[in-house]
């Protein structure tokens, strides 16, 4: 059974930090790319930011780019996403999602993040 469990979310004052984690299970992690989406009511789901399986190359939104962190433990099988100097912007509920293709693919079920003061 694929499972893919959020946590680390929380309110934070604006310049703050969190660490969210995705902890998995049920596939075959390391083959897979991570990524962590975030989305706000009434909106689509935005990609933050990703990371392959093998290479760990990562890539990010102009948005959080030099504030956030992807990183991926894969013994652990576990995805990480450090976000520093959060904006009140920031503030969504965010994904994590595991992909291999279009038809084999994983969501989490979500963690919200409020940034405010």
């Known amino acids: 059974q694929v499972q893919l469990v959020e946590s680390g979310g929380g309110l934070v004052q604006p310049g703050g930090s969190l660490r969210l984690s995705c902890a998995t299970s049920?596939?075959?992690?390391?083959?897979?790319?991570m990524r962590w989406y975030r989305q706000t009511p009434g909106t689509a789901r935005d990609l933050v930011a990703g990371?392959?399986?093998?290479?760990?190359?990562?890539s990010y939104a102009d948005s959080v780019k030099g504030r956030f962190t992807i990183s991926r433990d894969n013994a652990k099988k576990t995805v990480y996403l450090h976000m520093n100097s959060l904006k009140p912007e920031d503030t969504a509920v965010y994904y994590c999602?595991?992909?291999?293709?279009?038809?084999?693919?994983?969501w989490g079920q979500g963690t919200q993040v409020t940034v405010s003061s």
């Open positions: 999602h595991a992909y291999l293709s279009n038809y084999t693919n994983y």
């Open positions: 049920g596939f075959s992690f390391n083959l897979y790319t």
């Open positions: 990371i392959i399986g093998i290479t760990e190359v990562t």
